[in-house]
């Protein structure tokens, strides 16, 4: 590696060590490297530039809006209703409580954009649920967090929104249905370990609730579930755009909880757009920061340097990306999604293409990844959060967390190995 890409790296760390925030650090380090490259002058116009630039971008505008909506539906009952859905029509089977923790945590994640927002509300119910009818308070802790990733898969994501902006132009609508499948395939492969580890611990099942009562649940819960068919329909049938459909996604979401539901309060609404500016405004000054940091790499020919060096390690694909799964993994345990795919994906996907994957097939297995590192020690900001809920600590949830990671881990190999999995629902609407 050049002396250039050894001071980027080591700033960046360093910075990173002595706790500096993330985007300040990815923005200094930038602006080091750029003052060792080029001229003082040259370097602070161009990172002012990078820095603009990089958030001037109509498909930025869904993140704001996605962001408004998931956190109006985060406080407009919609976690209660999906539980209580799936406790009637799953709850009866083996592990049941188990599995309903995991059906709610992938809707509310999936509806809401949010992991820690699905770990907060779902785990706060459905934990001591669980605990009063016998599961282990660890197991359920681990069920919370390791379900709740799944919802960064299946749209409305913020995250694939942004690797499509990282990746330079992959379109947002085919990541949106592209996710589908890998999401449902992580949310199943949870739900088989719970069922099987429930039996073996002997936990008990729910009782068969009768029809009227099932059909009143789910009902009841249709509403909320419909958001994801406005987004996906409006997108797939050429109505709006995937920005377009962030706005309606807020329409919807202020209906529902403010006049249908009724649990969103006027008076509550200003610091809910508090709340919704400055998380957009911290996701755009990483976006902006990563922008100036992508444009140092390619002016350096970093990333072409790495590729070459993955090719000379081997010239087996299956290993390869094997390679950079084990280091994306490792990355997702201690930085946040948002950063490491702006960082990494133009350091990889260069590989990935040279390797003949697609950037929506690679675009799926980063995001995949990074959302295990959420619930991974010892940074997993979901596994904080499952923790905090349950009251107990990462030491005692490792062991439990183990099956469900392994579980995940599998699907990730399937995903990365399989490109019929990300890219069959895009080509069969013609969205890829």
């Not at 790296?9 to 080091?32: E, R």
């Not at 907060?120 to 919370?144: C, H, L, Q, W």
Request: glycine share 8%; charged share 10%; proline share 6%.
């Amino acid at each position: 590696m050049e002396l250039s890409g050894i001071i980027l790296l080591a700033v960046f760390c360093l910075l990173l060590v002595i706790n500096i925030p993330i985007s300040f650090s990815i923005g200094i380090a930038t602006l080091v490297t750029m003052l060792y490259t080029i001229d003082v002058m040259p370097a602070a116009t161009t990172i002012a530039q990078r820095l603009a630039g990089g958030i001037n971008s109509f498909a930025l505008l869904a993140i704001p809006f996605f962001v408004l909506s998931g956190l109006i539906m985060g406080q407009g009952g919609i976690a209660r209703r999906l539980i209580e859905c799936a406790m009637a029509l799953i709850g009866m089977l083996p592990g049941g409580l188990a599995l309903v923790n995991v059906l709610s945590c992938t809707l509310f994640g999936s509806i809401s954009g949010s992991a820690v927002a699905a770990t907060s509300a779902i785990g706060s119910f459905m934990i001591p649920e669980m605990e009063k009818k016998g599961y282990d308070r660890n197991f359920s802790a681990a069920v919370t967090g390791a379900a709740a990733t799944t919802g960064m898969l299946i749209p409305p994501s913020n995250i694939l929104i942004i690797y499509a902006i990282a990746s330079g132009g992959v379109s947002i609508a085919a990541l949106f249905v592209a996710g589908y499948l890998p999401g449902i395939l992580v949310a199943l492969a949870l739900m088989i370990v719970c069922a099987g580890y429930a039996k073996m611990k002997g936990y008990p099942t729910q009782d068969r609730l009768p029809i009227k009562i099932v059909l009143t649940k789910v009902l009841a819960a249709v509403p909320s579930l419909f958001l994801i068919f406005i987004i996906i329909g409006g997108i797939i049938g050429g109505i709006f755009t995937p920005t377009e459909a962030g706005a309606v996604a807020v329409l919807y979401s202020l209906l529902l909880s403010v006049v249908v539901y009724k649990e969103v309060k006027v008076k509550q609404l200003p610091e809910v757009l508090l709340k919704a500016g400055e998380t957009t405004a911290i996701v755009m000054l990483l976006i902006g920061a990563s922008s100036a940091m992508s444009w140092i790499l390619s002016y350096e020919n970093i990333p072409q340097a790495i590729t070459d060096f993955l090719l000379l390690l081997s010239d087996n694909p299956l290993l390869i990306l094997l390679i950079i799964n084990l280091t994306l993994l490792v990355v997702g345990a201690f930085m946040d999604m948002t950063p490491a795919v702006l960082i990494f994906t133009p350091i990889f996907l260069p590989v990935a293409v040279e390797l003949g994957m697609s950037p929506l097939h690679f675009g799926i297995m980063i995001v995949l990844n990074l959302s295990i590192g959420l619930c991974s020690p010892p940074v997993g900001s979901v596994l904080f959060v499952s923790c905090a809920v349950a009251k107990t600590t990462i030491g005692q949830i490792i062991r439990p967390l183990m099956p469900l990671y392994i579980a995940m881990f599998l699907v990730l190999m399937l995903v990365t190995y399989v490109p019929s999995l990300s890219e069959f629902l895009p080509q069969l609407f013609g969205l890829y």
